[in-house]
């Protein structure tokens, strides 16, 4: 009999943009997130995915970063949001339009290991991140389709780096093989794609959610949230979600499998993305 976390890994896997990749995800690492997340209380979300040659953020990404971010604060956590400094004010545009009391903090492209040092002082116990550049086999990062975006990236892999080295659990939500926690299965991806080997990231991380969307792997994170703490629904409606990517494609972002600025996700259509919304709604409460 199917589960509730298998049903749930299915609806925010399925391979909408025709990735590839769908099948290698985990129902055990979808509820082994989630678990992470319970069982933290002051939580690091790091988003943005810079789109060439536009330089702009992506809509993919910060959706879900800021509703998972709304949710955790609803269970009574520390949360704050990461991102690269030329698109932190589409992230706060978007916290103040849903009236939400998260920080948004904008990293420089450069910056010193004092960085570091502050950065660890304000004693995070997880740190999450959706669709987010995770570096290359050679340092670099790249998008997916091989442009080397490395001069329009902060460096935030490297907490989930340390992370490791301080035991502090780690959570990659993605959808391509760029993005932190794609280490996880760089394997799997090489022998799959041996000609797109050079973009694929090589940092780890503790749980990886692999979803055909980030914005639904991270929607997967708050179904899941909302079945272990007895919460119930705490998606986002689908006419919100809407009238969000209207607010964050005003202030900039792009669509990044389209390059346009439409209120779109990946090339997936409104329509297609507020059943997916009803879908993973039906999935808490069919069970």
Known sequence: METF???LK???SEDAACRGIND???ADELRRAVEFSMSSSNIAIFTGFTIMPLIKCETDGPVGAVFLARGLLDLGKRVSIWT???????LRKGINFLSVNVPVY???FKWSGNFLGLFWQEGFDLLISVERPGRAIDGKYYSSRNEDISCYVSPLDELFIE???KNIPTIGIGDGGNEIGMGN???ELLNRFPSKGNIFSIVKVDSLIISGVSNWGAYGLLAGLAKLSGKGNMLPDPSEEKLFLKVIVESGSVDGVTLKTAETVDGVSGDTLSKKLREIASCLEDF
């Not at 690269?84 to 589409?90: M, P």
């Open 84 to 90: 690269d400094d030329i698109y932190a004010d589409v």
């Open 163 to 165: 992370a490791g080295r």
């Open 24 to 26: 290698l995800a985990s």
């Open 5 to 7: 976390w298998e049903r």
């Open 185 to 187: 299965i760089r394997g």
């Open 10 to 12: 299915s609806l925010i």
């Open 106 to 108: 904008g990293v420089p």
